[in-house]
Structures are given as structure tokens and as C-alpha cells.
């Protein structure tokens, strides 16, 4: 079974400075995608980074980077000189193969973190 | 390009009755899941519908139920709504890019049953 854990419920960060969000996951398979989404208090759900599990290089976007350790299964999030409209809960999500063998997949979100950044 | 869209934003339904949610994927998208959000369960998904057939099915009560058309567009059917399925219902259009995947989010439908 895959399964995602965000350990910080909370997260605070100065404005302009560095914050890492953690994620690590669970599966047994080799080939899985992890993706990093913000949602602020409207609901919208919107899509941050991507990071295969074959992509060596570590993926990044713009003031967001994903700090992926294979062996470690892990895939922290780091946003650079935080701005104040990075307030926000931020979901880790894995998407993953759907019983053993087989050829469909789901996303998999662990509980979020919120994050808030101070002036 | 315009983004996913979902609609109705907001609504507000009776125990027993049943609700319709839609959902019009990114174009050149052929894959739209839903999922569930609640403060208590969170993010869970519901089902995913790939060219008109459903390839996966979350954990859900059969009351729950989706399809999809030929242009992609994709429906969420709720039957005998329950006080317990009030929650955010989001919808996701998904395109498989190379070795790269994409999947974004619409702006979901609020769904409160009293």
C-alpha cells in the first residue's frame, strides 16, 4: 500500500527567507511520481512541482525546488525567499501503481502542511 | 490554455436527494479523476476515468458514482446524499508527457449536505 506522511501539521517562516516542507512515502514499486501541490484558503488545488522516481537530477520551478532522496524516500520541498502569498496548506502526493502488477494508478496525498510566512 | 473547470462551485443539497458534479478536463487531456476532501479524512480519491471507461475506483460506497463522455468532460453522481458527504469534490485532468506526468486541479465544487 502507498501511503504519504507530512509530519509538520504547522510550518512559520520570516518573509524572504528559505522554508522546507518534508515529505517522505512508502512503496514498493519502482516507478512512481511525486508531486508537491499549494492550496490557499480558496480550496484551488495548484500544481507546484514534479518529480519522477527515475529523474536524477533533482526537479525545480522557479522559487521551488524538491529535494528527492531515493533511498531515503523522501521528497522535501524547499521554497526559497519565501513571500507572503506562500501562505498556504502545501500537499506531498505520490502517484503510484494500484495493486501489484498492475497498470493503473491513483495519487496518494498525505494530511498537508500549513504554511505561514511572517513580515 | 484555459484550466480545468468544475461546476457548480458551490452547492447545497437535503439528505436523500442526489447530486450531479462536472468537470471539463484541460484540452488534449483524456484523463479525469475526482477526488474527496474533508478536514477530518482529507484528500481521498474517488475514481478515475481514462477514454470513457473507469480505470480505478477508490474506496467509496457505491452512492458514488462517475462516467465520462467522448470530448472528456467527466460527471460525479451522488446518490442518497448523506450529512457525511459534505466536503470539497475536486477534479483532475491528467496528460502522461514522456517520462513526465501532468495532473492539475480544478477549483472544485463545495458540496454541503444539511
Known amino acids: 500500500a502507498q501511503k504519504i506522511t507530512q509530519t509538520q501539521p504547522g510550518m512559520f517562516v520570516q518573509e524572504k527567507e528559505a522554508v522546507t516542507l518534508d515529505c517522505t512515502y512508502d512503496t514498493s514499486d519502482q516507478s512512481y511520481g511525486l508531486f508537491w501541490y499549494k492550496q490557499p484558503s480558496s480550496g484551488e488545488m495548484i500544481f507546484l512541482i514534479y518529480q519522477g522516481s527515475y529523474d536524477e537530477q533533482n526537479a525545480t520551478e522557479g522559487r521551488y525546488s524538491l529535494n528527492f532522496q531515493k533511498a531515503r524516500k523522501s521528497a522535501n520541498l524547499v521554497i526559497s525567499a519565501s513571500q507572503l502569498g506562500d501562505s498556504a496548506m502545501y500537499f506531498c502526493?505520490?502517484?503510484?501503481?494500484?495493486?501489484?502488477?498492475?497498470?493503473?494508478?491513483?495519487?496518494?496525498f498525505g494530511k498537508g502542511t500549513l504554511l505561514t510566512v511572517n513580515p | 490554455k484555459a484550466g480545468v473547470t468544475q461546476t457548480p462551485r458551490y452547492l447545497i443539497k437535503t439528505r436523500g436527494q442526489q447530486v450531479t458534479l462536472s468537470c471539463s478536463p484541460i484540452s488534449g487531456h483524456r484523463s479525469v479523476s475526482w477526488y474527496q476532501q474533508t478536514p477530518g479524512q482529507g484528500l481521498q480519491f474517488l475514481f478515475e476515468y481514462f477514454s470513457e471507461t473507469q480505470r480505478n475506483k477508490g474506496n467509496f460506497p457505491g452512492r458514488f458514482s462517475g462516467r465520462q463522455f467522448s470530448n472528456s468532460r467527466s460527471e460525479m453522481n451522488v446518490s442518497t446524499l448523506e450529512l457525511g458527504d459534505s466536503a470539497l469534490y475536486l477534479c483532475?485532468?491528467?496528460?502522461?508527457?514522456?517520462?513526465?506526468?501532468?495532473?492539475?486541479f480544478g477549483p472544485g465544487t463545495r458540496l454541503t449536505v444539511t
Open positions: 483532475a485532468s491528467s496528460l502522461v508527457r514522456g517520462s513526465s506526468y501532468e495532473q492539475y
Open positions: 502526493a505520490m502517484r503510484g501503481r494500484v495493486g501489484s502488477g498492475g497498470s493503473n494508478y491513483k495519487l496518494t
